[in-house]
């Protein structure tokens, strides 16, 4: 006999519910899957495919159930049942694994989606012939095809929703759309189902009986267990990655708002830098340009009044003087003064400072230096410290009114990698520190915090610029060192300096200069400066110390002139020059005349002759502003080495 069969209209509703739910249930997983990398992306791939092969599975078989033949009772193969629930999980995973890439094409779509889609039409066709009722099936080519192509194109569709940023309106209208295209292709295989049934019924050849409503309802309840508990771990695993994605949100907010503030805090430092230097400039070419003004004033008059005029000029210089002055400071605050770093005893530049600072503290403040039995050599500019060992007694003289105690020593230290941990650019190892204490009124933390700040100063207006800590704090860094100060309010205050420890024996102090101004005696030298006054100044020096001069205002005409006259003896250049700077006009001449003397000029150096703060070995630097006897000095120094 031929039959259709029937179906159990509620298990069909309840067969779609199970379809729209794994449905969903794979599309949601599939989000994670798209935020998630290495093995925990691999591990919500398998959940995905879980959620939809075995929902697909669980669909399929309530769908068995619902169906039932007249006076027939039907048994299912264990081992065929079980072939079609693990086929559907495995080519689903596949499926997914073929189209988990960075960059999703539709050649690999439609492949993926071609296997998924014959594996579940594999699935189908497995668990009927799994079905045990005495008879045989046929299936009508028509409704295969039909069958199969509703899967492909289900699964081609279901891959490609899987790796769409979806939101949840679009995963519920997407699952209730692919739970009846995946239910109606197993009902469309069914309608062109068969069956022939020997006279007087079937009899059920396989173990399991099933067609009851209670089996039915067991394999949805599971199923929906199942894909509920997945849905909560994805559920749970959006929150804590949307609570990491707020967390890194006000992270990255408190980085911009620390950012602006730290911008904020850079503007308000540049403003008082600024405004600081506008201050004391001002005063200073005051009294520059007033005394100038003066001197002029009595010369245009006629009247030839030679001590008021040597008053003015006088007072114009000592202006001058603390304009270079606030200059050196501010270039050793940004750590751009050119160092000359050499291997000296720290006791020995004590005893040479030593009545300089008790000039300083003058009569009412005592001054005691503790010098350190087997201390170690110190690397260091030793100008630049004994003018730090100034600026920090001067400190010290005006925190104690009263009078006081100041107290000048020297240890051997070993930095370890916890305190170097602490303190930005400072490395581990050995220095020498020198401390300086005294007892004076001290400083509260918020002053020590601010204590090295440009032009942060506690003393009343007119007594000081706020530039001598810095000063102190931009050479010891540029020094390789480290600068700490600790104070307490009506206890006194401490500054401790760490110098670098040098392991070679102290230089030798050079010989002091003679006293008088040395001339020359018709030596040829070629000014290369692109200031014009700059230029005339050195000029019309040199000339009046007897030397020949010739005036170029940029590298490339130098050499010109260079190349066009003989007997050169001195190069005297500007380091930052227009075009080629005066360290490369300065290997060009040496190249052509390696006899000839080198002097740079600068009052920013930048990197042409000083790297990480200290001069290039050989270099002779004069720095600018430069008084006419220092040039002098300079130009004879450098000739007297080439006859030596």
């Keep these: 006999m031929h039959h259709a069969g029937s179906h159990d209209p509620a298990l069909v509703a309840l067969s779609v519910l199970i379809a729209i739910l794994a449905s969903y249930t794979a599309l949601d997983l599939a989000t994670r899957l798209r935020a998630a990398q290495g093995k925990v992306r691999l591990a919500w791939l398998g959940g995905a495919a879980v959620a939809m092969g075995g929902g697909i599975w669980s669909m399929h078989f309530v769908a068995i159930l619902a169906f039932s033949l007249p006076g027939v009772a039907i048994g299912l193969d264990p081992t065929q049942t079980f072939l079609s629930f693990v086929l559907p999980i495995g080519i689903t995973a596949l499926g997914f694994l073929i189209v988990d890439t960075e960059k999703l094409t539709l050649p690999r779509l439609l492949f993926s989606g ?102 039915a309802v067991w394999i949805a309840v599971t199923t929906v267990l199942i894909l509920s508990l997945a849905l909560v771990a994805a559920l749970n695993d959006r929150r804590l990655a949307e609570k990491a994605e707020r967390e890194v949100a006000t992270l990255q907010l408190l980085e911009k708002t620390r950012e602006a503030l730290s911008q904020s805090q850079k503007m308000e430092a540049v403003g008082q830098l600024t405004g600081g230097i506008a201050h004391d400039f001002n005063n200073l070419l005051t009294i520059i340009l007033g005394n100038l003004s003066i001197a002029k004033s009595t010369v245009a008059r006629g009247e030839f009044d030679a001590e008021r005029v040597r008053r003015a000029i006088d007072s114009a210089d000592q202006g001058a ?51 350190a039995a087997g201390s170690w050599n110190a690397r260091v500019d030793p100008v630049q410290l004994e003018v730090a060992l100034l600026n920090l007694t001067l400190n010290s003289r005006d925190a104690m009114p009263d009078g006081g105690k100041v107290t000048l020593e020297c240890a051997n230290a070993y930095v370890d990698e916890a305190y170097a941990a602490r303190h930005t650019d400072l490395k581990a190892g050995q220095y020498v520190v020198v401390s300086l204490s005294d007892s004076g009124i001290g400083m509260s933390p ?42 307490e309010l009506k206890q006194g205050t401490t500054v ?43 000029a019309e020096t040199l000339k009046d110390l007897h030397y020949q001069v010739v005036r170029a205002n940029s590298a490339e005409k130098a050499l010109v002139q260079f190349d066009a006259e003989k007997d050169w003896k001195v190069l005297i250049t500007d380091v930052m020059l227009p075009g080629m700077n005066g360290r490369q006009l300065a290997t060009k001449i040496f190249e052509r005349a390696p006899q000839v003397k080198i002097i740079f000029m600068t009052g920013y150096s930048r990197n042409a002759i000083v790297h990480q703060g200290r001069l290039d070995p050989g270099v002779v630097l004069l720095q600018k502003p430069f008084t006419r006897e220092a040039l002098a000095l300079r130009v004879h120094l450098s000739l007297a080495s080439s006859n030596s």
């Design 446 to 487: 918020d002053t020590v915090s601010r204590a090295v700040d440009p032009f942060f100063t506690t003393k009343p207006p007119g007594q000081g610029t706020g530039l001598g800590l810095s000063q102190v704090f931009g050479f010891i860094k540029q020094s390789g060192g480290h600068l700490n100060i600790y104070s």
């Design 114 to 215: 071609l296997i998924m889609g014959l594996g579940i039409v594999g699935m189908h066709y497995t668990g009927m012939g799994a079905m045990r009722f005495g008879g045989s099936q046929h299936h009508d080519p028509l409704w295969v095809g039909i069958a199969t192509f509703i899967a492909i194109t289900a699964s081609i569709v279901a891959l490609w929703l899987a790796f769409q940023p979806t939101s949840n309106v679009q995963r519920i209208s997407a699952a209730v759309v692919m739970g009846f295209a995946v239910s109606g292709m197993h009902y469309s295989a069914m309608v062109g189902a068969s069956f022939n049934l020997p006279s007087g019924g079937g009899v059920a050849t396989g173990p399991t009986q099933v067609g009851q409503t209670p089996l």
């Design 496 to 538: 401790k300096l760490y110098l670098p420890r040098a392991y070679q024996d102290a230089d030798q102090v050079a010989e002091s200069p003679p006293v008088a101004t040395p001339v020359g005696h018709g030596e040829k030298i070629l000014v290369v400066e692109d200031d014009v006054e700059v230029s005339k100044f050195v």
């Design 321 to 371: 003087q603390r304009a270079a002055l606030l200059t050196q400071r501010l270039l050793a605050f940004s750590r751009q003064q050119p160092l000359n770093p050499q291997i000296i005893d720290v006791n020995a530049v004590f005893k040479e400072a030593a009545p300089l600072l008790e000039r300083a503290l003058g009569e009412t403040c005592r001054l005691e230096i503790v010098m």
